[in-house]
């Protein structure tokens, strides 16, 4: 199980160091992240004889936080970029919803606190735009070291 927590990490601290520079991460970095996410669905069912039917319950509602983000980010116009909610949605699909809830509280906490540094050290100026997949990271890392 932690182990498992430990490639997320990994996959997410790739994503976010190439969405912190660039404002982007690679199609073929999400396509690599749903690969694990669907071995390990797979694996889980096959090898460590879970329930198929319980195990894609705990993957549909784990997709719900990622579909909302996905609403959310065609609302605002791309405000939320696209490659933040496949990884939302891939998160979810593996970890379950309360975990991605957790995550994302983390993460979304940590982006709000960095907002308002940014905020304040630029008197007031709105235009900054900050990249989410660090904080996800940060998040996912919180909930890495609240397992051990």
Known sequence: MKEKWLVHLCILLLCSVEDGKQKTVALWKI?????????????????QGENIYEKSVFALMGSIPGIL????????EEAIGYGDCWIILLMGLSVGIWNTLCILSMALFGAFLWAVFIFVRNRGR???EIPFLPFLTMGMAGAYMWMI
């Open 31 to 47: 396509g690599f992240y749903g690969i694990f996410v669907m071995g390990t669905f797979i694996g889980e069912v096959l090898f």
């Open 69 to 76: 983000f996905f609403i959310i980010s065609k609302a605002s």
């Open 126 to 128: 709105k235009d900054r």
